[in-house]
RNA sequence: GGGGUCGUAGUUCAGUUGGUUAGAACGCAUGCCUGUCACGCAUGAGGUCGCGAGUUCGAGUCUCGUCGGCCCCGCCA
């Protein structure tokens, strides 16, 4: 084999006279009779090679099929009629020699018209997929991401450290993938949904800033952005306040952002999840969307809505969204928001709007009502309102899901609206398990400034927590640790678990926290959605080599798969069917 | 666990009220073609209508179940 002489995507002008060897795949192949243009593509592009009358042996090149791998040795010339969409574009490669290195067969699709195939074809044969120029792409960003994320914290001072794959199982978050243990039968593994209590013992054993990129594996089911195992920026720091741990994670964000040309000015806005919540309905607001939730509990009583009325006497409240061009509401699109909303388990949205006929509602209201109300609250006669009438908190969630739905046809979607969310909720109730649980996660820090209220009253206190939001997606999420054992314990107590448990599953962290543990803080960037949102995709999926589908299965090796009972037999292992 | 949506040629899709031999485009094969770059022209091959039941004289079409893709709710400390 000749040695490679140059990557295809990377002939230019300059090559021109000199004799190359080239390797790739065969893009496509056009046959002209006596003459032959084969597009050859590698990693880098394509590079057009002709075979003409000049080639010793034309016949050969009539089996060459598309995605054959072959090796192309010849003269590089200019072209005498260049093609400018291509970098390669003004000069081609005659052929002298071409030597078949791989045949293909027919593939199921061609790895340019990706896009125009299934998900479920491309996950099958995802080694195909995966030559489309865009996904090269996602993955060379997604190294660089990788790499940027590492030089710039190691520049730091932060240390890469590597935590367990086979580890402990936690009881609370989402569900684990364990591992049983052959050695000892019954016992199991769990692959860590996060490195979370190494990361804190890091910090005892005094490494001071860690970072890793890590693998972690939750066992719950998925959507767009959520896959069984993903990979975060895990970053923990000792003897700071979350303000350096901001400025950090902002300037890593400005160098990864950089990457694809995206200038962003770092001094991220802060909002507490208090305002996050009232003003958008979302702990991970959109701020792309140029609209707020409004509350017409009030303002509405004016209508004398029997339906209104009663949800406002049963301790509702009204949330509003208001939209402009309200003409564009058909009778059928008002009829699927209305439907969304009870998808998404509320009884509905009530719309308010003028018409060619008046000020209309879809309930009951006189119309010289609904214009006194479109008046006295400065809404415009061309915007539309909509009206969600639940208990506040779901009234919130519904008009923030509306807002997101209806908003996005407003907004600038190249934009980049980053901000810190912050002052969350310490603990919230949950109603199944009739108990408090850590909104964040057990290791939290209340605000030290409220110790005295976790007695008291448990649900007000905030914790210092903080996520970090890009365009309504959660890029990631940290908090002040505990690192006093008593302040820990009393978390414990507080979620319910009996000392036993706190034992049991948390022993081995807590013995930690009565040898000098320091002050710490740490965050966890999720890398498959910083590259999803930078390379403009929708999906982690597009930005994952080998993902699973919304099933939880791998198409490409079809696991899970059943063993054998023998591999069963020496875990200890029986299966129920 | 729940809701929505989709599944027909290698691929993307069409397929009327249930009715003869299931179509198109692209791809593929063969032939022609010396400047193409989505080459062109001609000819041809290619179907378990996801799978299984049921209704019916007759099912791609209707019903039930099941498997799979995608989106969403729950879930995801």
């Known amino acids: 084999m000749l040695k490679r002489t140059q990557y295809c995507g990377k002939v230019n002008e300059e090559y021109i006279g000199k004799t190359i060897t080239v390797y790739g795949w065969v893009n496509r192949k056009r046959e002209l009779g006596g003459l032959t243009f084969i597009d050859l593509r590698d990693r880098e592009g394509i590079i057009q090679v002709v075979v003409n009358e000049s080639f010793s042996d034309p016949k050969s090149i009539k089996k060459i099929g598309n995605e054959y791998v072959i090796s192309a040795t010849g003269k590089v010339i200019a072209r005498s009629n260049p093609n400018p969409d291509i970098y390669t574009g003004k000069i081609e490669l005659v ?27 491309r996950f099958k044969y995802r080694y195909i997929d995966l030559r489309n120029q ?68 890091l910090m005892v054993s005094g490494f001071e800033r860690y970072f890793q990129l890590a693998k972690c594996f939750r066992d719950e089911d998925l959507r767009a952005d ?39 000015q770092t001094g991220f806005r802060i909002m507490p999840y208090d305002e996050a919540m009232n003003d958008y309905g979302s702990d991970k607001p959109d701020l792309r969307i140029p609209y707020k939730i409004k509350d017409f509990t009030e303002e509405v009583k004016r209508f004398n809505s029997a339906i209104l009325n009663g949800i406002i006497e049963n301790n509702g409240k009204i949330k509003a969204l208001v939209l402009p061009d309200a003409a564009q509401y058909s009778r059928k699109v008002l009829d699927d928001i209305n439907n969304y909303i009870k998808e998404i388990g509320g009884k509905g949205a009530i719309w308010i709007k003028n018409t060619e006929n008046g000020f209309k509602a879809s309930i009951k209201a006189e119309a010289s009502d609904i214009e006194a109300f479109y008046k006295d609250n400065n809404i415009a006669p061309d915007h539309i309102v909509f009206l969600i009438g639940e208990v506040p908190e779901k009234a919130l969630f519904l008009a923030g899901k509306l807002r997101e739905r209806l908003g996005a046809s407003f907004m600038d979607k190249n934009r980049l609206e980053f901000l810190w969310v912050v002052d969350f909720p310490m603990f919230f109730y949950n109603e199944d398990e009739q108990r408090f649980d850590s909104n964040h996660h057990p290791f939290t820090s209340p605000n030290l400034d409220e110790l005295d209220k976790l007695d008291t009253d448990p649900i007000s206190v905030k914790s210092i927590a903080y996520d970090i939001v890009l365009n309504g997606i959660e890029i990631g999420g940290g908090s002040r640790r505990i690192n006093d054992i008593e302040l820990q314990r009393k978390v414990f107590q507080l979620l319910k678990f009996s000392d036993t448990e706190i034992e049991e599953k948390f022993g081995f962290f807590v013995n930690a926290l009565r040898f000098g543990a320091p002050p710490h803080l740490g965050i966890a960037l999720g890398l498959d959605r910083i590259v999803m949102l930078l390379t403009g995709g929708d999906s982690i999926r597009e930005v994952i080599a080998f993902p699973k589908t919304t099933s939880s299965l791998c198409l490409l090796s079809g696991s899970p798969s059943e063993v054998a009972d023998k591999q069963l037999d020496e875990l200890g292992i029986q299966v129920k069917k």
Do not use: C, H
């Open 95 to 121: 052929a002298e020699s071409i030597e078949i290195l791989s045949v293909s067969e027919v593939p199921p699709f061609y790895p340019e018209s990706n896009k125009d195939v299934s998900d479920e074809l």
């Open 226 to 264: 959520r896959q069984p195992e993903f990979t975060q920026i895990d970053i923990e720091m000792s003897f700071t306040e979350p303000e350096e741990l901001f400025e950090i994670i902002e300037g890593m964000v400005k160098e990864i952002f950089a990457l694809t040309g995206k200038t962003i």
């Open 134 to 201: 865009q996904m090269q792409e996602n993955f060379r960003i997604r190294s660089r991401v990788a790499m940027v994320a590492r030089n710039y914290l190691a520049d730091r001072g932060f240390l890469e450290i590597e935590t367990p794959i086979l580890s402990k199982a936690t009881p609370e978050g989402a569900r684990d993938y364990l591992v049983p243990s052959r050695v000892y039968k019954g016992k199991v593994f769990a692959l860590p949904q996060s490195p979370q209590l190494f990361k804190q013992m």
